[in-house]
């Protein structure tokens, strides 16, 4: 019965390169979050998705950021030419149905450091 | 207006002591509160929900006040193994979905 799984737990990636980062949510959960926790700072809600559908993309910056959450598969964030300020720790949450009076089951996250 | 704040820190108190955490929110139509745990460098896990008439778990209480739009945690005779920071979670209810967002959490720091 595993819990939200998240990989890699920690990746490194040179300025320019793209990150892809994995979340397999808990079985039988359909709805995924992600959040972006920079360092000594809070969880900042990004995108919020359904399987093929993203639902809520509101804490997404406009640009080089994507999310996905296929029909099968893992949910991925996508992070296209990664620059120094997007080193942080990158959770993933999964619930069983939307928010309401649902909790979030959290992954270990990955952290994410750009050199 | 933050959708959701909480007492800025840190919280440095001794053993034994009692402590509280408030957290506001700005959406009056929220309907489900809770309050996360995340210890230095892992993932926010789940302390306790918090319900209309307030609730308690051992040494944690938590109350909700919907007029005031606040909820509160109380922490007593804390523990060196309580240190961590303390985030609360708020639904935010939109036109067809809710979503959850936290605070900026709040650090404590149990001292002996």
């Known amino acids: 019965n595993a819990g939200v799984m998240q990989n890699p737990r920690h990746l490194v990636r040179r300025r320019g390169q793209e990150a892809r980062l994995r979340c397999s949510p808990m079985k039988g959960h359909s709805h995924v979050y992600w959040y972006r926790q920079l360092p000594e700072e809070g969880l900042k809600f990004m995108v919020y998705l359904q399987k093929e559908n993203i639902i809520d993309e509101s804490g997404m910056p406009k640009e080089r950021f994507s999310a996905e959450f296929p029909k099968e598969g893992p949910s991925i964030l996508r992070i296209q030419q990664v620059v120094r300020g997007d080193s942080a720790a990158y959770f993933c949450a999964s619930s069983p149905q939307g928010a309401l009076n649902t909790e979030a089951f959290f992954g270990q996250g990955t952290r994410l450091t750009v050199v | 207006r933050k959708e959701v704040e909480q007492d800025p820190g840190p919280f440095n108190v001794p053993e034994g002591a009692t402590v509280a955490f408030n957290c506001t929110y700005s959406?009056?139509?929220?309907?489900?509160f809770f309050w996360y745990r995340q210890d230095c460098r892992k993932e926010p896990k789940l302390l306790m929900s918090v319900y209309s008439s307030g609730n308690e778990d051992g040494r944690f209480t938590a109350q909700l006040n919907r007029a005031s739009q606040y909820i509160s945690l109380l922490i007593r005779d804390s523990k060196l193994s309580d240190s961590a920071t303390y985030l609360c979670a708020v639904n935010v209810a939109k036109t067809s979905y809710d979503k959850v967002i936290f605070g900026p959490g709040t650090s404590l720091s149990v001292i002996p």
């Open positions: 959406n009056s139509a929220s309907q489900s």
